[in-house]
């Protein structure tokens, strides 16, 4: 083989070399170009590896996703409904007439639904507690608590890019806003407890919530609908001092989760312990945070409200971001 042939063929390997390094970087979870980052996640309550899929948008496109598989109720929770109006149980959001507003369940909860029409309390002082996913609660109203089922395997979708949309995404009751950094599902509002199944006489019921602000779905899994890092605060704005949020660690700066539509979220300050002043109606903002030191549009869950995820969302989210099974 002459000299010319020897180094043409040595040029090509190269350029062949250089080729498949750069398709390997593009196919890499940690790229550049991409937002999710999986070392942010707790890595213990992974299922299986996380992989990089093409999944349908909500828009109608197509876009790379993040599938993220975490095992279900990976933390401890409750408690839930107080057996008795002398006990006290966990928090819940009364919309009924008498003293509505997020509250603890105890006794004073309950004079109000009974004030409202409910028979939610027997003559003994018993509560009258019922499992959401055994069918339509007692017709005098209930308090719900949910029976878990640790069996279960939780997929999310999480967009590599995020992109926004033409208009935001108005967060719905029960609608899934995202990812926990330990893999639980963060969910839009609990139910109406006047609406569910025809109100006073017809019913009604109230979802219990955990002082951490989440509680086990009707099918089993545990769901946040709060950004438990910042409980404590939101409990001491409401005035709530019976119960604090323990299973989960309080931080006011702490990286939350990924939203649905891939920005990601966080505590009620920034990396800098400032509370920011510039957020939008979607909680959210662009800054530098300690993951994203470049910057980065984020979310921010509220020290105050109930619930206090984002109350509506800017990017673009796969059509089926969160299944389970």
Known sequence: MSYKILLLFCLSLLVSFVSCNKDDEEDDPNTSTHVFDQTLLNSNNLISSVTLIEAAMSDGSTADCYQVVFKCNPVGDGPYCPETINDIGGVGIYDGNTNPGFQVMKAALWDAMEADGYD??????????????????????????????????????????????????????????????????LTGHPPSAT????????????????????????????????????????????????????????????????????????????????????????????????????????????NSEAPNLPPCLKGISAQDAFTYE
């Open 120 to 185: 939610i309390v027997d003559e003994n002082g018993n509560i009258s507690i019922a499992d959401p996913g055994s069918g339509a609660p007692p017709s005098g109203g209930a308090c719900l608590e949910a029976a878990p089922d640790a069996n279960l395997e939780l997929t999310f979708l999480i967009p590599a890019a995020p992109k926004n949309a033409s208009s935001n995404d108005e967060i719905e009751i029960v609608e899934n806003v995202g990812v926990s950094v330990d893999g639980i599902p």
């Open 195 to 302: 609406q569910t199944n025809g109100g006073p006489g017809g019913g009604g019921a109230i979802p219990s919530i955990d002082p951490c602000g989440g509680h086990i779905d009707p099918f089993g899994y545990y769901h946040l609908h709060f950004g438990a890092e910042a409980m404590n605060e939101v409990l001491e704005a409401n005035s709530i001092t019976d119960v604090s949020c323990s299973n989960f660690t309080q931080s006011q700066t702490a990286f939350v989760g990924y939203a649905k539509d891939g920005y990601p979220i966080y505590s009620s300050h920034d990396s800098d312990v400032t509370e920011p002043t510039d957020l939008d109606e979607c909680y959210g903002h662009t800054s530098a945070t300690t993951d994203y030191p470049d910057g980065i549009y984020h979310y921010h869950i509220s």
